[in-house]
Nanobody, 118 residues
Framework: QVQLVESGGGSVQPGGSLRLSCVVS????????MSWYRQAPGKERELVAV????????DYGDEVKGRFTISRDNAKSEVYLQMNSLKPEDTAVYYC???????????WGPGTQVTVSS
């Protein structure tokens, strides 16, 4: 059974930082690309950051470039999202996603709430 479990969400003031973690089980973690998505109320789910399975190449949504950093630890089957200089518009449920290219399939975590408010 594949499981992705996010943690590290919470409430923080603007300008603050949070570090999200996602523990993955049930798959060969190192073979999967990993990403973080988020969904704010009334908005579509959007890609925040992605890290490839080979080489650990990263990419980010324009809204978070320079503020967020995605990383992975294949030995622990974990992926992280370090979020700095948080803004109220970063408020959303953040989801961990594991994806495999061929054949294309993916898995999702249940999400963790991040609230940025003064």
């Amino acid at each position: 059974q594949v499981q992705l479990v996010e943690s590290g969400g919470g409430s923080v003031q603007p300008g603050g930082s949070l570090r999200l973690s996602c523990v993955v089980s049930g798959i060969t973690f190192r073979r999967y690309g990993m990403s973080w998505y988020r969904q704010a109320p009334g908005k579509e789910r959007e890609l925040v950051a992605v890290i490839t399975s080979v080489g650990g190449v990263t990419d980010y949504g324009d809204e978070v470039k320079g503020r967020f950093t995605i990383s992975r630890d294949n030995a622990k089957s974990e992926v992280y999202l370090q979020m700095n200089s948080l803004k109220p518009e970063d408020t959303a449920v953040y989801y961990c996603n594991a994806f495999f290219s061929k054949p294309r399939h993916e898995y999702w975590g249940p999400g963790t709430q991040v609230t940025v408010s003064s």
